[in-house]
């Protein structure tokens, strides 16, 4: 089994910097002062932030999934080149590093295969807005195995408890039925259809089925689920 580093597994506010003049008293932008932890174990998934070194493997991964994954994610390519990849996985480390995207990594437990990937998404407003949109794809080798299920549960229990998120999106195509009853079956909230919304990767008009979920809601889920085991 490969040794796995040691990661931050919670967030950090770094303390502001100190200000004179007109902007003394002011708090500081979410972007500075937040460190994002890098990764969250649970007994199913290991959620992580890609490293370099990581392109390989995410290389493999997408190309032998081209054809499961091409009718609902319009990155999917067949033709992507290992140095392609490994140049993603390190722009995915900057702009986590940098507080403006969190793409990561869904893998095993001992962290020994990708089995997907997943992220949180700024696409909802700046981090300050504490809400993203979550986004995933899982390997072909292992589709309909119940990962996704367990990844999205892992992403909404991180989300909650280490990152400043309220509230958590999903949005997919409205023809992908499997990518809604996952959501549903998460806890999250159908908040309507966006009609013609966008184009799928055939070029399409596609709606886009919309989804949510509030720390709030969150909370008050787990709080039931204690109360029916005890």
């Excluded at 033709?79 to 986590?96: D, G, I």
């Excluded at 596609?206 to 008050?220: P, S, V």
Aim: with cysteine; aromatic share 8%.
């Amino acid at each position: 089994m490969r040794a796995r580093k040691e990661r931050c597994h919670r967030s950090t506010l770094a303390p502001p910097q100190a200000e004179c003049g007109a902007n003394r008293g002011r708090e500081a932008p979410l972007t500075q002062i937040f460190i994002a932890p890098d990764e969250h174990l649970t007994e199913k998934v290991l959620l992580r932030s890609y490293q370099p070194g990581d392109g390989l493997e995410l290389n493999i991964a997408t190309l032998e999934s081209y054809e499961h994954l091409r009718p609902w994610m319009p990155w999917a390519t067949e033709t992507q080149t290992e140095m392609e990849s490994e140049l993603l996985v390190r722009a995915f480390r900057a702009r986590w590093l940098q507080a403006t995207d969190f793409v990561m990594a869904i893998r095993t437990p001992d962290d020994e295969r990708l089995i997907g990937g997943c992220g949180f998404h700024l696409r909802e407003g700046p981090i300050e807005q504490r809400a993203a949109e979550l986004g995933m794809w899982i390997r072909a080798s292992v589709a309909r195995s119940g990962h996704g299920t367990s990844a999205l549960e892992a992403m909404l229990e991180w989300g909650f408890t280490h990152w400043p998120w309220q509230r958590l999106s999903w949005r997919c195509d409205a023809e992908n039925a499997a990518s809604m009853r996952m959501a549903e079956k998460c806890g999250l909230t159908p908040e309507g259809l966006l009609r013609n919304h966008t184009r799928n990767p055939s070029g399409e008009v596609r709606d886009t089925a919309c989804f949510a979920i509030l720390k709030e809601e969150w909370l008050a889920s787990k709080k039931s689920l204690t109360r029916n085991r005890d």
